[in-house]
């Protein structure tokens, strides 16, 4: 892979991983139609989302900051028995929301569920199909009234909620995961600024949790030296470019809707699958 190609992932990863148009989807028709090389495309995918976290930790320092802090108070009131007498602030609460969303995202981790859809991955037509799907909802989203919840107040069976959607939609390659949390959170009750806040701070989490997954695989096979400053490259690119994307959205979101994203995934999906067909 050369660093030319690496730089193009990095800027795919970086805008489609926060944006709701699905990285997975983007890059994957990137590697169907141009022919890149995927040999190393394992450990290449892992530093670019690696990328993106660091991303997310840097816009949200100070909400990371807080999680990390209300993990310790929250396990010091339950070693000293003096959880039912303090109650949660909202720090803890915020911290056991994010956990509760996660959890759908472990069975299907164990019971495989992402290997048996990679094969979607390298279908263009369904790819494309997805990401009209995706679109659909981004548009849906978008026509629900405000909603009033926040993520600390709004209890916690809408996490659930906001969770399963990122377990079985956000997973396959042309349905974003920001996209189908969002609209989770927008269908919940949360107003369109906390679904978009909830849906970067879970993501945390399921990008985390997914590296560390696929890190014995990683260390089994090895990772060719060639392949570090391309992996390098790509995560760094896909940092910065992750960084001002995740600030549009944020814009986006106060100052605008979501329609515009909507349109442009009828219309990838549309080309994708014209594509596909032409090139049978």
């Known amino acids: 892979m050369g660093i030319l190609e690496a730089i193009i992932y990095g800027i795919v990863q970086g805008i ?6 699905s990285s997975s989807g983007h890059l994957a028709l990137f590697q169907n139609f141009f022919g890149t090389n995927t040999q190393y495309g394992f450990e290449f995918n892992i530093a670019l989302h690696l990328g993106t976290l660091v991303s997310i930790v840097v816009v949200f320092r100070k909400e990371v900051l807080g999680l990390i802090q209300s993990f310790f108070s929250l396990a010091k009131k339950l070693f000293t028995g003096r959880l039912k007498k303090d109650g949660l602030d909202s720090g803890e609460r915020l911290f056991l929301v994010i956990c509760i969303a996660t959890l759908p995202l472990i069975p299907l981790k164990l019971l495989g569920f992402d290997e ?3 094969f979607l ?3 263009s037509w369904a790819i494309g199909a997805l990401l009209i799907l995706n679109g659909v909802l981004l548009f849906v989203s978008d026509r629900i009234k405000t909603g009033k919840e926040t993520v600390e107040t709004g209890g916690f069976l809408r996490p659930v909620g906001v969770g399963l959607m990122q377990a079985f939609l956000g997973i396959m390659p042309g349905i974003s995961r920001s996209g189908s949390t969002i609209t989770g959170g927008r269908f919940l009750g ?3 600024d906390e679904a978009v806040r909830f849906s970067f701070l879970m993501a945390i989490p399921a990008i985390l949790g997914a590296c560390v997954a696929e890190l014995p695989d990683v260390f089994d096979k090895g990772i060719d ?3 570090l400053t391309p992996m390098a490259i790509g995560a760094i690119v896909a940092a910065t470019v992750g960084f001002f994307a995740i600030k549009l959205l944020q814009y986006l979101t106060k100052n605008k809707n979501l329609s515009f994203f909507a349109i442009y995934c009828m219309l990838a999906g549309i080309a994708a699958i014209i594509a596909d067909v032409l090139a049978v």
């Open 121 to 123: 991955s390298t279908v």
């Open 225 to 227: 030296s060639a392949m």
């Open 16 to 21: 489609a991983e926060f944006l709701p148009i």
């Open 116 to 118: 048996k859809i990679e």
């Open 190 to 192: 949360y107003s369109r």
